[in-house]
């Protein structure tokens, strides 16, 4: 059976791709939860640097490798237990993976992470790729084998 064959299956199932929309606004409460985690770990360094740009600048990039790992993190954990992130509960959809319909296995959640940080650094490609893909599948999703559907 192909992956085209899989997604009719899986939308006369009831289970339908999840809209472009919905997966912006939970990459964005994601993000926000991201921020907010790193703002209360690091809360006290910022404070402490002041507030010149040289110290901000040589902040930002210590704490870039540490944003790296939490993005990395929070998207593998919640997909692997989860099928998905806080913001894709909050929206209501979940990822699963392509062949069978479940969330993927923790390697898949990790690349998949990992891809979807690549994306972010390269000017958010992978994530426009999703516009053109009929499955609406950013990078992440191609390389993981997954489909963002409605929960």
């Known amino acids: 059976m192909t992956e085209d064959e899989l997604v009719k299956k899986f939308e006369s199932g009831n289970i339908t791709l999840a809209p472009l929309s919905k997966r912006f606004i939970a990459y964005a409460i994601d993000d926000f939860i991201i921020a907010v985690l790193m703002y209360i770990a690091f809360n006290d360094t910022i ?11 040589a902040f930002f990039q210590y704490l870039t490798p540490y944003l790296i790992i939490a993005k990395i993190v929070y998207q593998a954990f919640f997909v692997y237990l989860y099928g998905a992130t806080i913001g894709k509960m909050a929206v ?13 296995d923790f390697y898949m959640s990790f690349v998949r992470s990992v891809i979807r940080v690549v994306s972010e650094t390269v000017f958010f490609i992978g994530f ?11 990078w992440q999703d191609v390389v993981a084998k997954t489909l963002v559907v409605n929960a």
Do not use: C, T
């Open 47 to 57: 404070f402490a640097i002041g507030s010149s740009k040289e110290s901000l600048q």
């Open 92 to 104: 209501k959809v979940r990822v699963i993976y392509i062949h069978n319909g479940e969330r993927p």
């Open 128 to 138: 426009l790729w999703a516009f053109a893909s009929n499955k609406r599948q950013a």
